[in-house]
């Protein structure tokens, strides 16, 4: 199992961004898919889930600015991030899992990605 992370960088508030993770080796189109953020010095946080059926959800903090989607021929899901603020500067991680669906818990996903940084000055 691969999730690969990839364009994280540093950006001026506003300014919009999209974050993608590859997958590989497992069953991307019937897998729970989420973004979690962790800041330093504090827990991993859920940002947004998408089921098998399409079906989103966010945390409150980024309703309206953030968007999840999927790509299933390509096995690849995406974080559009618009509106970025400065507190949303984090290591963003792609999680994933393959046998239900069952919210923002980092012990809801078995599969992880390494990260990759997001700083919003």
């Known amino acids: 199992v691969q999730l690969v992370e990839s364009g994280g960088g540093s950006v001026q508030a506003g300014e919009p961004l999209r974050l993608s993770c590859d997958t590989s080796?497992?069953?991307?189109?019937?897998?729970?898919m989420a973004w979690f953020r962790q800041a330093p010095g504090q827990e991993r946080e859920g940002v947004a889930v998408?089921?098998?059926?399409?079906?989103?959800r966010y945390v409150d903090s980024v309703t309206g600015r953030f968007t999840i989607s999927s790509d299933n021929a390509k096995n690849t899901l995406f974080l559009q991030m618009n509106s970025p603020k400065p507190e949303d500067t984090s290591v963003y991680y792609c999680a994933a899992e393959d046998w239900g669906c069952f919210g923002l818990d980092t012990n809801n996903f078995g599969y992880w990605g390494q990260g990759t940084q997001v700083t919003v000055s």
């Open positions: 080796g497992f069953r991307f189109m019937v897998s729970c």
């Open positions: 998408i089921d098998t059926d399409g079906e989103t």
